[in-house]
């Protein structure tokens, strides 16, 4: 009895379009996913702030060297998947503010 030979060709699928595959999604997700960083940091400052203690501002500027990280211009092909310049530049300004914020607050803590 002959054996049957299995093709090792996989079946075609039909390509279901991707609502995700847009030029402008990964810079929208990207743009989301570090606003979303910046709120974590923003309220860990607030906690930091009303708590005080030396874990909670360790976690804070964890926190805001992460965002910090997040801000720096990407390479290419990366480009898109950061803040826009004027956006980023405020936030910057705002991880500073923050690190001397952390730093007051070290001094209480002491």
Known sequence: MPLALISTKPAKRESKPNPFATPDFGSVYSVAEINAYIA?????????????TTAKIASTALANDF?????KPARSPYEDQCLPEPDAVRE??????????LTRLRDISV
């Open 67 to 71: 965002v910090e990280g997040c801000l």
């Open 40 to 52: 974590i940091r923003d309220q860990l400052l607030d906690e930091a702030e009303k708590l005080h």
């Open 92 to 101: 910057r300004e705002r991880c500073e503010s923050v690190r001397e914020r």
